[in-house]
């Protein structure tokens, strides 16, 4: 299914640069993610016995009564009984915004702490490397890695740790005839 939400999500973009509203339709999107990390909420959108115009109801009145693009959104999602899909769309719009505005995300694994200006560093390095603007990185600890740092953006890993390499090291020891 993880086509349908990045239709969804890709549509939803489309109109809002269209209608060049996309940074408002970000920020109530962001903000439909947080509320739909409630499990409470999530059951209560995936009751069956909750009819169609229950639900629309509900979504827009914790999302603030929004108008036009949003609140055609909701109603169409609604009324496609896709609520369940609203996590997957959300994180799909909010990486496809990015991309839009030449951003990518990424986790960033350490082997030791790193201060933000590293960071900083690592991460115009990483953006110079794949051709965008900026990258935004989250940063995460990992011993395992013995020294230096692995990222991963969009799919792509970039290993510049000390376990990676020991590990192209063997993998080519066992490559070579004997």
Same mark, same amino acid.
């Given at each position: 299914m993880a086509l349908l939400e990045r239709k969804y999500a890709g549509a939803l973009l489309a109109c809002a640069l269209a209608q060049k509203?996309?940074?408002? @339709? &970000?920020?109530?999107?962001?903000?439909?993610?947080?509320?739909?990390?409630?499990p409470d909420l999530r059951?209560?959108?995936a009751d069956p016995r909750l009819g169609k115009e229950r639900r629309l109801t509900l979504l827009l009145r914790l999302t603030g009564e929004p108008e036009g693009l949003f609140r055609n959104f909701l109603a169409l999602?609604?009324?496609?009984?896709?609520?369940?899909?609203?996590?997957?769309?959300?994180?799909?719009?909010?990486?496809?915004?990015?991309?839009?505005?030449?951003?990518?995300e990424g986790e960033?694994?350490? &082997?030791?702490?790193?201060?933000?200006?590293? @960071?900083?560093?690592? &991460?115009?390095?990483l953006a110079r490397q794949l051709g965008v603007k900026k990258v935004l990185l989250t940063v995460r600890e990992n011993p395992g890695l013995m020294g230096g740092i692995r990222a991963t953006i969009g799919g792509r890993l970039f290993d510049a740790s000390a376990a990676g390499r020991l590990d192209e090291l063997r993998r080519r020891l066992m490559s070579l005839p004997l």
């Open positions: 509203v996309d940074g408002e @339709v &970000a920020r109530r999107i962001r903000e439909l993610d947080e509320l739909l990390r409630r059951r209560l959108l999602v609604v009324e496609r009984r896709r609520e369940e899909l609203l996590p997957a769309i959300c994180r799909d719009f909010c990486r496809l915004h990015l991309e839009s505005r030449g951003t990518r960033l694994e350490t &082997a030791r702490p790193l201060d933000p200006q590293e @960071v900083d560093r690592l &991460a115009g390095a």
